[in-house]
C-alpha cells in the first residue's frame, strides 16, 4: 500500500492553517470538478483525490492520526499489514475492518478510516462554493455561452427565439452533496450534487445588434452572430453594396435605385464612374442601439452585356472607331 501524501496533494505546507487548507480545496476542487470538466476522466480522479486528502486534512481529528501515522509509512511500514490495530507508545488507532469499496477512495483512506466518513461532509456543494447551491450554478454555467444566429434584417429590427435549455435541480439521491454517505461519489450526478432537465426560454433580441453583440438570459450568454446577406457586407456599423452598372451608366451618368435596409432608393451615379468607385450614403448601414446609425457604401462594379443586338453591335463599332481610349496606355510606358 503505497503512502499517499494529501499535503502536497492539496498544495500546501504540513503547518498550514485550517483556513489555507480549505481555501486550498476549495480552488483545486473548483478547477476539478466533474460538471467543470464532463467526460474528463483524469480531472474526475484528481477529483476524487483532493476530496480524499480533505476528507483528512479538513478534520482536526483525523488530521492528527494522519500526522502520527504518516512517518511509518514513509519508513517503508505498513501497520494494517494483516488486519491489526497499530499500536504505538501512548495512541492506539482501530479500525471496523471494513475495507472494500468506498466509492473511489484509496486503499490507504480505506485502511486508515476503515470505511467511516469523518463529519467534514467533503465535496458538498454548499461546502464547495460557501453557500447555497445555486452560487455553484452561477459558478459552473457563467461561461456557458450559446451562439445566436441572426439575418441581417433580424438584427436590424429585432426579433425573439426561444431556446432548449438545461436547468439543474439538487440530485435527490444524494440531497445535493454529490456524494453518498460523505464519501462515495454519486452515480446519479457525478459528484456534482445537481442533475438537469430541458427548459425552455424565450429571449428577445432588441434592434441593433451587432456581430458579437452578447446578450445575458438566465445563467446563459448569447453571442450574436449575423448570417452573410446576399446583397451587403458589414463592416463594423456599415454596410457595403457591390451595385453592377452597365457601360453606357458608367460612361454617361444615369440615376438608379438601389436595395437599403430601409427600402429601395434613387441614386444618381456621375459620369466616368470606374468599377470599384464608392458613394456613401449616410445613416443608411446598420442602426445602433445607442448613438448614431452606420453607413451604407456603394460600390459600382460595371458589367458588359451578355447579348447585343445587330444595331446595338453596329453603334459600338462605330463607336470603337471614333474612340481613342486605351485603358492600357501606362502599362506600356518605361519599356
Keep these: 500500500m503505497d503512502y499517499k501524501d494529501y499535503y502536497k496533494i ?13 481555501q486550498a480545496y476549495r480552488k483545486l476542487a473548483r478547477q476539478y470538478h466533474p460538471d467543470v470538466n464532463p467526460n474528463d476522466k483524469a480531472s474526475e480522479a484528481k477529483f476524487k483525490e483532493i476530496n480524499e486528502a480533505y476528507e483528512v486534512l479538513g478534520d482536526a481529528e483525523n488530521r492528527k492520526k494522519y500526522d502520527e501515522l504518516g512517518p511509518y509509512f514513509k519508513n517503508g511500514a505498513n501497520p494494517f499489514s494483516g488486519g491489526n490495530p497499530f499500536q504505538n507508545g501512548n495512541f492506539t488507532y482501530e479500525f471496523n475492518g471494513n475495507l472494500g469499496d468506498l466509492g473511489g477512495f484509496s486503499d490507504f483512506f480505506s485502511a ?48 425573439e427565439r426561444t431556446f432548449q435549455v438545461p436547468v439543474y435541480k439538487p440530485c435527490n439521491v444524494c440531497g445535493g452533496t454529490g456524494f453518498l454517505g460523505g464519501v462515495s461519489v454519486c452515480s446519479a450526478c457525478r459528484g456534482a ?28 450568454l448569447l453571442t450574436v452572430k449575423i448570417l452573410p446577406h446576399k446583397y451587403f457586407e458589414i463592416q463594423g456599423a456599415d454596410l457595403i453594396e457591390k451595385i453592377p452598372i452597365s457601360i453606357t451608366e458608367a460612361v454617361l451618368g444615369a440615376e438608379i435605385d438601389v436595395p437599403t435596409l430601409q427600402g429601395k432608393l434613387s441614386v444618381k451615379i456621375p459620369p466616368m464612374t470606374q468599377t470599384g468607385k464608392k458613394l456613401r450614403l449616410p445613416g443608411y448601414g446598420l442602426p445602433s442601439i445607442k448613438g448614431k446609425p452606420g453607413d451604407l457604401y456603394i460600390e459600382m462594379k460595371v458589367v458588359a452585356p451578355d447579348k447585343i443586338t445587330s444595331k446595338e453591335k453596329s453603334l459600338f463599332e462605330e463607336l470603337a472607331k471614333l474612340s481613342k481610349f486605351n485603358p492600357r496606355t501606362n502599362m506600356y510606358k518605361g519599356k
Design 10 to 22: 492539496l498544495g500546501v505546507d504540513k503547518n498550514a492553517s485550517e483556513k489555507e487548507i480549505k
Design 193 to 220: 450534487g445537481r442533475i438537469s432537465k430541458n427548459s425552455m426560454i424565450d429571449v428577445k433580441i432588441p434592434a441593433g445588434v451587432r456581430n458579437g453583440s452578447k446578450i445575458k438570459v438566465e445563467n446563459y
Design 112 to 159: 486508515f478510516f476503515g470505511g467511516k466518513s469523518s463529519k467534514t461532509g467533503r465535496a458538498n456543494i454548499n461546502d464547495l462554493f460557501g453557500g447555497a447551491s445555486s452560487r455553484y450554478s452561477d459558478y459552473v454555467e457563467k461561461d456557458r455561452e450559446i451562439q445566436l444566429e441572426l439575418t441581417l434584417e433580424e438584427a436590424v429590427s429585432g426579433a
